[in-house]
C-alpha cells in the first residue's frame, strides 16, 4: 500500500497527488510514469511523474478526472492509501543542452512537461514554457513553472487570463518573432500535439511528444499501448512515452485511444450511481 501524503486540487477535477514511494523516487527521472491501481480489483491506469523528492522519499502525480478510475482516485485524500504504485516505467527524457527549449502543456499535461522544463533548465537551456487551459482555472502549476523558466506564456481558450488563444497560437507568434527555437517539447491532448507538430515541421524545429496511448501492464508485454512511429510499431511503454511529433501517426492513435469509450462510459455512469447511492 502506497499512503497519499498530500492530495488537493489545483483546478476542477484536476487533483494533486504527494505520494509515499521511496524506491521509485530514488529512481525516477524526468519523463518517466507510473502504474496504479487504487484498489487489488481496481483498473491499472498510467501517470507520469511530475515532480518527486528522493530524500522525502515521495513522488508527485497530477490526476484529471474524466473516467471511473481517475474520478475514483480523485475521491482520495491525505492519509489514505493507493493499492499499487509500480515504476519509474518508460524511457527517461532525453536531455542535453540544445539551446533555447520550449516546453508546451497543454490542461493536466502542464504537469507532465514539467520535470523535463526542469531538467532542460538544469542542463543550461534557455527555457520558454507555454501552458493552456480553457480558461484562468485550469492553467495549473504556474509558480513552479515560472521559477525555472526563462520565459512564461499562460493561454486561455477564452481570453479570460494570459494569451487570449491556443499555445499553437503563441508559438507561432514566436517563431513569427524571429526567435530561434531549438526543441520543443509537447504534452497534451493530442489534437494540440499534433497541432504544435504542424506548426514546427515546416521549419525544421526538433519537436518531442510524449504520447498517452491506452495502456495496461506497462511493460510491453500485451501491446495496448502500440503506436506507429515513422512507419514503424513502437509501444509507448518501453519504447517511449516520448517519441519525434514530426514522425507519429496521430489519427492512427486517436482512433485506438477511442476504441472503448463505450465501455469506458458504461463504467464510469456504474461508478457514479454507485456513489450518489
Known sequence: MFRILEARFLAPDVKYFRIEAPSIARSRRAGQFVILRVAADGERIPLTIADGDASGGWIAVIVQGVGKTTKHLNTLGAGASIH??????????HIQNFGTAVS???????????????????????????????????????????????????????????????????????????????????IGPIPMMRAVADVTRPFGIKTIVS???????????????????????????????????????????????????????????????????
Do not use: W
Open 211 to 277: 504520447l498517452n496511448p491506452i495502456m495496461v501492464d506497462g511493460t510491453g508485454m500485451c501491446g495496448g499501448c502500440r503506436v506507429s512511429v515513422g512507419g514503424e510499431t513502437r509501444f509507448a511503454c518501453v519504447d517511449g512515452p516520448e517519441f519525434d511529433a514530426h514522425e507519429v501517426d496521430f489519427d492512427l492513435m486517436e482512433r485506438r485511444n477511442k476504441a472503448y469509450l463505450g465501455f469506458e462510459r458504461n463504467r464510469l455512469e456504474a461508478f457514479l450511481e454507485q456513489v450518489q447511492t
Open 104 to 186: 508546451i502543456g497543454g490542461g493536466v499535461g502542464t504537469a507532465i512537461a514539467y520535470p523535463t522544463a526542469v531538467a532542460l533548465k538544469r542542463a543550461g537551456n534557455y527555457v520558454i514554457s507555454i501552458v493552456g487551459g480553457r480558461s484562468r482555472e485550469y492553467v495549473i502549476m504556474e509558480p513552479a513553472l515560472r521559477d525555472i523558466s526563462d520565459e512564461f506564456y499562460p493561454c486561455t481558450d477564452d481570453g479570460s487570463y494570459g494569451f487570449h488563444g491556443f499555445v499553437t497560437q503563441k508559438l507561432q507568434g514566436l517563431i513569427d518573432e524571429g526567435k530561434t527555437l531549438d526543441l520543443v517539447l509537447a
Open 84 to 93: 499499487d504504485v509500480a515504476g519509474p516505467l518508460g524511457m527517461p527524457s
